[in-house]
Every structure is written in structure tokens, then in C-alpha cells.
């Protein structure tokens, strides 16, 4: 059975930091592409940040140089760790895949329609 279970949002301050994590099970591959997208009220989801298999990355404009998604291979779980973070990053972050993917990420990752979805964490910045 697939499972995407992301932990680790919560309240910061702006220039503050936070990791997420994404723990990914029922796969038939251990590395499967994972993604994480957030929504914030009244707005369009946004993907923002993409691994493969391999480790290539692919990040939204957005967060570029301030959030970086790296894979934990001994625990299966692929992490986001959001550095400077703004009021703007205030959103709910869900980690997404499919067994399409089960490695390689889509060419356009991070606007890719995606089967499985986590139940998402908070993430709120104040100012």
C-alpha cells in the first residue's frame, strides 16, 4: 500500500528555518521521484522542489537558493530544509508521487499531475 507521510512544519519567524520530511513507502522503487508542492488559502498550488532517484533536483524560482530537497536513502524519506524563510512561504506542504515515476521525475516536474499526495504540514512565517 502507498503511503506519503510529511512531518516537521510549524511556526517560525521570518529569516527562521524549518525542515520537512516526506517518508515514502509502498513503492516499487526506493527511489521514487518525490516532489513538494504548497498551497497557501485562495491560491493556486505551486510546485517547489523535485529529486529523483539519482539526486538531480529541480527547484521553482521562487525558493531557489534558500530551500534545498535532499534524499535520505537509510530512511527512505526525501526532506526539504527551507532556510530564510518569508511570510510569502506561509502554505501547506504536501510531498507527492506516482508509480509512473518510480525514479526519473516528468521533464516538467514540478507542473506534473501526480497520483499520490501526503495529508500535508502547516507551515506559517510570521513577520
Known amino acids: 500500500q502507498v503511503q506519503l507521510v510529511e512531518s516537521g512544519g510549524g511556526s517560525v519567524q521570518a529569516g527562521g528555518s524549518l525542515r520537512l520530511s516526506c517518508a515514502a513507502s509502498g513503492y516499487t522503487s526506493s527511489r521514487p521521484c518525490i516532489v513538494w508542492f504548497r498551497q497557501a488559502p485562495g491560491q493556486k498550488r505551486e510546485g517547489v522542489a523535485a529529486?529523483?532517484?539519482?539526486?538531480?533536483?529541480t527547484y521553482a524560482g521562487s525558493v531557489k537558493g534558500r530551500f534545498t530537497i535532499s534524499r535520505d536513502n537509510s530512511k527512505a524519506t526525501v526532506d526539504l530544509q527551507m532556510n530564510n524563510l518569508t511570510p510569502e512561504d506561509t502554505a501547506m506542504y504536501y510531498c507527492a508521487a506516482d508509480p509512473s515515476f518510480d525514479y526519473y521525475c516528468p521533464p516538467i516536474a514540478l507542473n506534473t499531475e501526480y497520483r499520490d499526495w501526503g495529508q500535508g504540514t502547516q507551515v506559517t512565517v510570521s513577520s
Open positions: 529529486i529523483d532517484g539519482n539526486g538531480d533536483t
